[in-house]
């Protein structure tokens, strides 16, 4: 994580002292870098500077409003998935000509919504949802600018859970039938043909399955413009993996980058990206607090204040995250599985890892920005944590911590 750094033993995210945070703001909490953020979105755009291009950040990784203003600022695009998304985007800022809509599930009313936004692109999933779409543009009187997810039948190598290119998968039309479901497309008055899009899976490590997905799609877009129906854009997805742990090696930004522009260049497409984890993963960490070291047969536990409510990524996909002291302590080390207090016993931040605890010391998970607060819960009635933005040497509250009152407000009794 490259805005995280040790000064005098403390931790820092920028100039700010993460056990200040943990302190003010309280603990569990997430804390993202501003720096971080915008750096990892200028490898892209600059990158990509001499070709037609337009990053579009995949909302869902982390749709805090003020990660969304930030990016909006330096001009991002945005890849939505819902009309919650959209309400998100514009909310903080974005602009709704920069926006493209994924899903394989729109619904009328946020089709009717983002059309009246007036959005740069859906991405249609099924001939349903094109005939559909065509109906909503239709009673509004307005063209709906489409681009048609395809499955590329590519295997991302990544974990089954996000990996979403491959035959079967609910995600895109399958690559034989992509034809004529452009010719559909076409044909439908209410929609104008734009572009192929395609995403494989999320958490990529090595870009050649990427690579075969591309030229998946530019074949298909050849024949697509041989059938009279010309794309103007093509839509690689997101999916670019990050380092979670040192012996992780992660595709670097940049390179990737001008793979595809020397794919494309020539070919007279623009280009469109959709990361989401690349941008924000790791500009983040959750900061807790131990409440308890507790033995049980010669394991040791560190029961913490966060858990799977908060971070589910370990529970769900046995995902890796780094667990660092905020402090450094002049204390023997030991093995610890670090847990927390919820009902499962899935839920587990990370097992044997080596640390020097005692009860309220403060730790970081990292690389904790993306995929994190947005697959919150409440379950075990537990608030959702604050957010927290570090700017240079500032911190700002950008999400409050949810109040035990709020979680059953729309709830009531029987009479
Ligand atoms: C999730 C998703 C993304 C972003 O994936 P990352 O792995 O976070 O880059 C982009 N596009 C679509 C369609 C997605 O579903």
Not at 156 to 175: D, E, M, Q, V
């Amino acid at each position: 994580m490259s805005a995280l750094h040790r000064q005098d033993g403390d931790l820092h995210l920028e100039s700010v002292r993460l056990a200040d945070v943990a302190r003010r703001f309280g603990t569990p909490c997430y804390v993202y870098s501003r720096a971080a953020i915008e750096a990892s979105w200028r490898a892209f755009d600059e990158a990509l500077a001499g070709t037609d291009h337009l990053v579009c950040y995949a909302v869902k990784a982390n749709s805090n409003l003020a990660v969304l203003g930030v990016l909006a600022a330096l001009g991002s695009g945005f890849d939505i998935v819902s009309g919650g998304e959209l309400a998100r985007v514009l909310a903080a800022g974005g602009r709704a000509d920069r926006v493209i809509f994924s899903g394989v599930g729109k619904g009328e009313a946020e089709m009717r919504a983002a059309l009246a936004a007036g959005i740069r692109c859906f991405n249609v999933e099924s001939e349903p949802e094109l005939e559909r779409l065509d109906a909503v543009a239709g009673a509004l009187g307005v063209r709906a600018p489409v681009s048609l997810r395809v499955n590329p039948d590519v295997d991302a190598r990544t974990h089954p859970y996000i990996s979403t290119g491959l035959k079967g998968n609910k995600f895109g039309i399958a690559h034989d039938r992509a034809l004529a479901a452009y010719e559909l497309a076409a044909r439908l008055p209410n929609l104008e043909v734009t572009g192929v899009d395609c995403h494989i899976g999320s958490q990529i490590l090595e870009t050649a399955p990427l690579e075969e997905a591309l030229e998946r799609v530019l074949d298909l877009a050849a024949a697509v413009a041989a059938r009279g129906i010309p794309l103007r854009h093509v839509d690689v997805g997101g999916g670019l993996g990050i380092r979670y742990r040192e012996e992780e090696q992660a595709p670097d930004i940049r390179r990737w980058c001008e793979t595809l522009a020397r794919r494309v260049a020539g070919t007279g497409y623009g280009l469109v990206l959709e990361p989401g984890r690349a941008i924000v993963g790791n500009a983040g960490v959750l900061l807790a607090t131990v409440e308890y070291l507790k033995l049980d047969k010669g394991k040791r536990f560190a029961i913490v204040d966060a858990s799977m409510s908060e971070l589910i990524r370990p529970a769900l996909y046995e995902a890796w995250h780094d667990i660092v002291p905020l402090a450094a302590a002049a204390r023997e080390e030991a093995e610890y599985d670090v847990v927390g207090p919820v009902c499962e016993s899935s839920d587990v931040l990370g097992t044997a890892r080596r640390l020097a605890l005692a009860p309220g010391d403060g730790l970081a998970i990292l690389s904790a920005g993306a995929y994190g607060m947005v697959m919150s819960s409440n379950y075990n009635s537990r608030p959702r944590p604050c957010e927290v933005m570090v700017d240079g040497a500032r911190a700002v509250g950008v999400r409050a911590r949810e109040s035990v009152d709020s979680l059953f407000a729309g709830e009531r009794t029987l009479d």
